[in-house]
């Protein structure tokens, strides 16, 4: 059994979904693990993970747009230090996750045909987001 | 230390919360080991898994109806090409999840009593579901 | 390659956001390993886990009158045996989550700089909540 961990970051320019499954395969696929579990992981509390369709781009659009009506910005917030998109981003967080685990089976990602990774960014001025790989396994 | 992978299928006709603990619990127990951790794992972006209450059934009938009030039908989604239902059930999977892990000690999943493992099926019509089991322990 | 297992008892006196990050902290330093991948599970379905931040607390206070708005006690469930606040507390736990896996790198938790980890109890009454810890890694 032995374990894997990598950092990578992704650089955000507004809020919205940016996949970066293949990145997570390139480099599961560069481990030698044939089978194991892959945690990713979002050191952030105003942007989350979610794995959704990577298909049809007006799902990510509905997405969006659905969580700003959730967690709108018109709202008297007691914590709004970093200004209206601030609370709505602990908010988005808080309704998705920062952690995903995904089993790894015969050297490949137990994601479906049609699931993406993807970081939820919830801010609205460029961010550089740190994500953390770990991969266990054999 | 030793890992099992398993995949199994859950088939469901219409919306609603699909209970299979005991399946788990079985496969489980039948890979002998002791202390460990399970990751449930959904290859889907239209049903998603939840833990919940296994006692009260109307638990059930309140959470289905929870999430159709918040994630309505009756909205001008962009992505509708497979009916009203397609884009609440992608909604519905963001606000819940598709991967769970559940510690495994002294041979017992670490379920509380009242605990339940769902499948949370989003589409109105019949589906086959893949779920994927890892168990990583000794 | 090793692992640990841990449990530990949180008591909640009111709907609020616990913050429990040291003693897991502490936990996880003493199980001497460096590298690996903790996973924290809430054994309940009325209270449930959450990473947020740490630092201004008018963010939790926004959280919890936030969940207070979209799973309101003022409703007609079905299930409301326990008091208005039972069925609301089943709702917010599906909306978060009662699991957590964080990587352990360099001997240290992957948690971001404003990352704090959160019971997310959603009980009026004084409760105590039986959280696991699972580590594995070496």
């Known amino acids: 059994m032995k374990q894997s961990t990598h950092s990578l970051e ?22 030698q693990i044939h089978t194991g579990l892959l ?6 509390t105003s942007a989350s993970l979610l794995i959704q369709e990577n298909a049809d781009p007006t799902v990510r659009t509905d997405i969006k747009a659905y969580f700003d009506r959730i967690a709108p910005e018109n709202f008297p917030y007691h914590h709004d230090s970093e200004g209206p998109d601030d609370m709505p981003a602990h908010l988005k967080t808080a309704l998705t996750q920062v952690q995903l685990s995904i ?26 987001r740190e994500i953390v790989l770990h991969l266990i396994g054999e």
């Open 103 to 128: 089993p790894l089976m015969e050297g490949r990602l137990a994601l479906g045909t049609w699931q993406g990774i993807y970081l939820f960014e919830h801010r609205v001025r460029p961010h550089r």
């Open 10 to 31: 992704i650089t955000t320019s507004g809020q919205g979904l940016y996949e970066f499954t293949s990145t997570v395969v390139q480099w599961v696929s560069r481990q």
């Open 39 to 44: 945690t990713v992981f979002c050191r952030h």
